[in-house]
């Protein structure tokens, strides 16, 4: 099992910047990627950025240029830095971490994070 535990969430005003971070404990071991998603009232849930344990990392055409996702390693923790920030990227974001190969080696494991609510005004 992976636990994740996210902060960093708050109330931005259009064209400021929040850092959300996500510390991962458990198995960690097994996970292979790092995400953020988040989800608007009345849409779906949605990848923002994901990152690869080697860095290779995505984004959707939405954040690119505006977000960056980074990791420690060391720490276990994944970052999602949030630049020039617009009212519609008010939503719940939610961290992720992809688990393969443990305790089966055929496992694959999605593990989420609670939430962190990001609201940005205009």
């Known amino acids: 099992q992976v636990q994740l535990v996210e902060s960093g969430g708050g109330l931005v005003q259009a064209g400021g910047s929040l850092r959300l971070s996500c510390a991962a404990s458990g198995s960690v071991f097994s996970i292979k990627y790092m995400g953020w998603y988040r989800q608007a009232p009345g849409k779906q849930r949605e990848l923002v950025a994901a990152i690869a344990n080697g860095g290779n990392t995505n984004y959707a055409d939405s954040v690119k240029g505006r977000f960056t996702i980074s990791r420690d390693n060391a720490k276990n923790t994944v970052y999602l830095q949030m630049n020039s920030l617009k009212p519609e990227d008010t939503a719940v974001y939610y961290c992720?971490?992809?688990?393969?190969?443990?305790?089966?080696?055929?496992?694959?494991?999605?593990?989420w994070g609670q939430g962190t609510q990001v609201t940005v005004s205009s």
């Open positions: 992720n971490a992809r688990g393969l190969g443990y305790p089966k080696l055929t496992d694959v494991n999605d593990y």
